[in-house]
T-cell receptor, first 115, second 113 residues
């Protein structure tokens, strides 16, 4: 149980284009979803927290207009990187938790390369 | 105060040996301490977690030791295997704090034959 999927697993795009990454909880209802960014050999950096049906809460320094997060249902959250630039190239990972449970279950990650 | 300090940064252990990774925190409000295992190119996977009301938790070859007074906790991997070679992250969160995890910096473990 507690499986989280992400799609796509990796994506290459041209600078200036937008990319959407999907995060799905497959066997539980995710009241809260989290989006992280991870650079090589570094820890996970929380970008934003989203609760179903409400606006995402962004961490300090994360541009909300650049990283659009939508949590439209209890099983789906999307991260859209708008007008992507090479510096946005990174490994993006989502996680999900159910109700008041603290445990976060992570997706397999999406590697984004912006050329 | 929100930091979780993790050491060592990297660790090499012989097969069959014990791997020990340590974490320390400052925020006394933290009350949930999970450990995650991450393989290259994959998302982190929950390994084991502990709350401050117990000093030790064991699941198979993995044991968390928790010292509340010292604000430290550690992961012990007994009988380490080459398949355990991965990056390990400790984390901490506050119940009712929106489930936000504060991660340690990670430890790259390599188990040699």
């Amino acid at each position: 149980g507690a499986v989280v999927s992400q799609h796509p697993s990796w994506v290459i795009c041209k600078s200036g284009t937008s990319v959407k990454i999907e995060c799905r909880s497959l066997d539980f209802q995710a009241t809260t979803m989290f989006w992280y960014r991870q650079f090589p050999k570094q820890s996970l950096m929380l970008m934003a927290t989203s609760n179903e049906g409400s606006k995402a809460t962004y961490e300090q320094g994360v541009e909300k207009d650049k990283f659009l997060i939508n949590h439209a249902s209890l099983t789906l959250s999307t991260l859209t990187v708008t007008s992507a630039h090479p510096e946005d190239s990174s490994f993006y990972i989502c996680s999900a938790s159910a109700g008041l449970e603290e445990t976060q279950y992570f997706g397999p990650g999406t590697r984004l390369l912006v050329l | 105060q929100q930091q979780v300090k993790q050491s060592p940064q990297s660790l090499i252990v012989q097969k069959g040996g014990i791997s020990i990774i340590n974490c320390a925190y400052e925020n006394t409000a933290f009350d949930y301490f999970p450990w995650y295992q991450q393989f290259p190119g994959k998302g982190p996977a929950l390994l084991i977690a502990i709350r401050p009301d117990v000093s030790e938790k064991k699941e198979g070859r993995f044991t968390i030791s928790f010292n509340k007074s010292a604000k430290q906790f550690s992961l012990h991997i007994m009988d380490s295997q080459p398949g355990d070679s991965a990056t390990y992250f400790c984390a901490a969160s506050v119940t009712g704090g929106g489930n936000k995890l504060t991660f340690g910096t990670g430890t790259q473990l390599k188990v040699e034959l």
